[in-house]
């Protein structure tokens, strides 16, 4: 016992030392006020609606980079799009920040650590080529006509309903499609899934900002840490069991070669040193492609739904050059018409800008970086806050809080002249989104099946009280709620 509090005495004065000589180093950079041993932990108590105003408000009074301490942690909030890049390509902050931690699989792109990462990437960046995404499409498509379907059965009253409902459903189907193969179509079980996904990602999400919280200890004296494990039981566990049976079906002798290059397959063709990587390992990557995959597609997707609706004149536009690249309504979607649809990748890329579904994203400083001038030492926390730097004025205009998709006009906006951290929704540098291209097929073929089929038309407008929080991706208090009416191209 007596060891024991030695050991946690030492720890904690370790700690304060550290805090102490990263604030001395840190002291020119401007933040809120902090209290000895919460800092400004105060300041982001509340709802999660509260906490993600009080975030915005202080990017916003800052203008290129402030701290914030937190109980022991010291964070750097990052709105200067020049401190962003060199953050996003310094060696120096390759390691995820600490909450990335609270996804728990250590082994997933999302939250490994740089050394491993590096291995993994390699690895894993074949799997995403153009010839396995174009493959995927077929799976896109009848996944979102699936969707159409549920939809015409579930909305038939012609009521206000949220769309990420739906959406929902149709990515995970998506994604556990392309990454296992398995038979999920129509599956009551699937939907059950999603939602145990939905909670473990809300339990993750409230952590980041919640000091208590980031201790494992206090932590496990929750119900949402007993939550968590029962639902990581309930998920991990029985597609552990799928998994096994899965690799079983692939050793198969007969097995037919010509079956697509789901993710699991490639895993489980890849080798590391001449050795398979371990089924512990293929679990991590394939749930970090579900859990990376699904949420941040499918309420993204349902932003693009949400602001169709508000803007019929938008959405006219979008039906319109369906009505071109498709000529009747059975016609297949396909790589080449998804090509063709540039207005609705405009939509999409406004979408993003306005909404980024990954709102705040972040860094861990390994060694000391010089950043702005400034030198920041090991383990300080970058925050970078997309969110803020899509709507800053002086880089989108005076109207950076309007939906106006002809901004990204190929004849207006021209990428290579735009600052690359202006606009980033799938993050930047090597640790980039590695699914930004699957993401955007599945954005588009889910935004075109469903225009097909309906007119989209919503009681919200951008003015009303949206509710934005920040839950791990970007979430609306309001619901995405439309309504929909049958027509046809
Ligand atoms: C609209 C859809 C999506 C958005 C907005 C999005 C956004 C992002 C962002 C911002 C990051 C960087 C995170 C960071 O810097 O910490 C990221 C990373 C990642 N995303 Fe996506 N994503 C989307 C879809 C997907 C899909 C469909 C997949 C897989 C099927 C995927 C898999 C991943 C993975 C594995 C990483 C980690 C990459 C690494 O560190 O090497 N994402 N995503």
Redesign the pocket.
């Known amino acids: 016992m007596y060891f024991v509090l030695v050991i946690v005495v030492v720890i904690l004065l370790l700690v304060r030392h550290w805090t102490k000589v990263a604030q001395r180093a840190l002291k020119d950079i401007d933040g809120p006020k902090a209290y000895p041993i919460i800092g400004s932990a105060h300041l982001l108590l509340g709802s999660e609606e509260r906490t993600f105003s009080v975030i915005c408000a202080l990017y916003r009074k800052y203008a290129k980079i402030f701290q914030i301490k937190l109980g022991p942690k010291i964070f750097l909030g990052l709105s200067d799009p020049d401190l962003i890049q060199q953050a ?1 390509h310094s060696p120096s902050c390759q390691n ?2 600490f909450f ?1 931690r609270f996804l728990e699989v250590d082994y ?5 650590r740089y050394v491993d ?1 590096k291995v ?2 390699k690895m ?1 960046n074949p799997a ?1 080529n153009q010839r396995i995404l174009i493959s995927f499409i077929s799976i896109f498509s009848q996944a979102a006509e699936r969707m159409v379907k549920r939809m015409a059965e579930g909305e038939k009253g012609g009521r206000v309903f949220d769309v990420l409902h739906y959406t929902t459903q149709c ?1 995970m189907e ?2 556990c499609a ?2 296992l193969k398995s038979d999920i179509m129509d599956d009551p079980k699937t939907m059950g899934m999603c939602y145990d996904f939905e909670k473990v990602i809300t339990i993750m999400g409230s952590r980041v900002f919640n000091v208590l919280l980031h201790n494992d200890l206090l932590f496990s004296l929750t119900p949402s840490y007993w939550e968590l494990q029962k639902l990581n039981q309930r998920i991990f566990l029985k597609r552990r069991a799928e998994l096994q049976q899965q690799r079983a079906k692939l050793e198969d002798p007969s097995d037919d070669y010509r079956k697509p290059m789901v ?1 699991l397959d490639q895993l489980l063709n890849m080798q590391r040193n001449n050795a398979e990587l371990s089924i512990e390992e293929i679990e991590c ?1 394939i749930y ?7 949420e ?2 499918a ?3 349902a932003y693009i739904l949400l602001l169709l609706a508000m803007h019929p004149e938008v959405q006219e536009r979008v039906f319109e050059e369906i009505r071109v690249v498709y000529e009747t309504d059975a016609q297949e979607i396909t790589y080449e018409t998804l090509t063709r649809q540039f207005y609705l990748e405009q939509v999409i890329k406004e979408t ?1 800008r306005l909404f ?3 709102p705040v ?3 861990e400083t390994t060694e000391q970086m010089s950043l702005g001038g400034y030198a920041v030492p090991a383990g300080v926390t970058l925050l ?1 806050n ?1 969110f803020h730097v899509h709507r800053r004025k002086d880089l989108w205009g005076d109207g950076a809080d309007l939906f106006n998709p002809d901004r990204f006009d190929p004849l207006i906006y021209n990428a290579q002249k735009q600052h690359p951290c202006s606009f ?13 291209r ?3 097929f ?2 588009k073929t889910i935004a075109t099946q469903v225009l097909r089929r309906y007119k989209l038309s919503t009681p919200l407008t951008l003015n009303s009280e949206l509710r934005l929080s920040f839950a791990v ?1 970007l979430k609306l208090g309001v619901g995405h709620m439309i309504k929909i009416e049958p027509r046809q191209i």
Do not use: D, E
């Open positions: 996003l995820k920040a990335y997933g792109l999302v939250s490994s990462w993994y990437r894993l995403f990515t998506m994604v392309s990454s993710f990557h970090t492609l579900l859990g990376a995959g699904t941040t597609t309420s993204q997707v993003m980024p579904v990954a994203i972040g860094r970078i997309i980033f929704p799938f993050g930047g540098g090597p640790r980039n989104c590695i699914g930004y699957y993401g955007m599945a954005m991706t």
